[in-house]
């Protein structure tokens, strides 16, 4: 099994393909030679899966897994967006090693049906673009709904089902992430907070702050997540955003939500908040950072006004 099936001297720069296996030997003895195919040319390999997979390469791997870093699955796969910052980190790492590619193994949360982690993986087809490297997720067709199976060619570019092929079903990220919006974190009720969103952020900062102290929404820490995600929100809503802006705050049982609403003319595309900054480039941290501090986000827009919603738990996951 070659990294891309196609000659090494003309390996794109990032390659996203899902791998379709029947049983706990396909699964070891095509990955190890993956893995083993990518040690040969002195790339770096990494995977990130629960015990039962890890323990299933390890095996297949023998002495060669000791060349290959393992992640936890539970740890590696919390927030969509935290996930492709750290592959996004792995591939620079590498690269600034003087390694000449890097090959990934992703086995998605649990929740892997979820919505969330379906445009996760498309998403990531834009956010590691650029980068070398060769993610591969395997997907167990014995165990998953025909549905999982089904959307994984809709998000993955190539597949490897006993050869390589491209997939026929792959859609661009920008369509299939309109077709599949992030639904916005549940509150109901009316908001404990409901006030227009003017020019600066500092009053917003301040009263938020002495609420969440006084009324105990969140540890300190997370406090200061809060508010860090409300100052990237509201400041994007006034450079970007209409004339007219607000921001509501929602407690529920186990979160704090804040919602930032604007009628500008032009709202963020389909991929705002999971395209990394650029090196080098001063800037266009906001939404992405908003998406690594906070448990939820989602963007929407509707008849000419833009809803930014996010949340932090009470109690983090």
């Known amino acids: 099994m070659q990294g891309s099936g196609a000659a090494a001297d003309a390996r794109p720069a990032f390659t996203h393909s899902a791998f379709f296996y029947d049983s706990d030997t396909a699964y070891g003895s095509t990955l190890a030679a993956f893995v083993r195919d990518g040690l040969a040319r002195d790339e770096a390999v990494a995977v990130a899966a629960n015990a039962h997979c890890t323990g299933l390469l390890r095996d297949a791997l023998a ?31 590498a690269a600034s090693s003087g390694r000449p590619f890097m090959r990934l193994i992703g086995h998605t949360t649990p929740a892997h049906g979820a919505r969330s982690w379906v445009r996760f993986e498309s998403a990531l087809n ?8 060769h993610l591969l997720c395997p997907y167990d067709r014995s165990n998953l709904p025909p549905e999982t199976v089904s959307t994984a060619a809709r998000t993955h570019p190539r597949l490897y089902d006993d050869g390589w092929l491209e997939s026929v079903g792959y859609e661009p990220p920008e369509r299939l992430l309109t077709e599949l919006p992030e639904p916005p974190y549940p509150v109901t009720g009316e908001p404990v907070i409901a006030v227009p969103v003017h020019d600066s952020v500092a009053g917003l900062r301040a009263q938020v702050r002495a609420r969440a102290a006084a009324e105990g929404w969140l540890p300190p820490d997370r406090v200061e997540n809060l508010l860090l995600a409300l100052s990237e929100v509201a400041t994007n809503g006034i450079r970007h955003g209409g004339e007219h802006r607000e ?32 090196p080098g480039r001063i800037g266009g941290m906001g939404l992405w950072l908003v998406q690594q501090l906070c448990d939820a986000m989602a963007i929407r827009s509707v008849d000419g006004l833009t809803r930014a919603r996010f949340a932090l738990r009470r109690s983090p996951a």
């Open 63 to 93: 002495a060669d897994a000791a060349e290959v870093r393992f992640l936890p699955a539970d740890e590696w796969y919390v927030r969509p967006v935290r996930t492709i910052a750290g592959w996004s980190q792995l591939l620079r790492t």
């Open 126 to 133: 834009e956010s590691l673009a650029g980068l070398r490297g």
């Open 247 to 278: 921001l509501r705050v929602w407690l529920t049982d186990d979160a704090v939500v804040c919602e930032v609403t604007d009628d500008g003319r032009v709202p963020p595309g389909p991929l705002a908040g999971y395209l990394p900054p650029r």
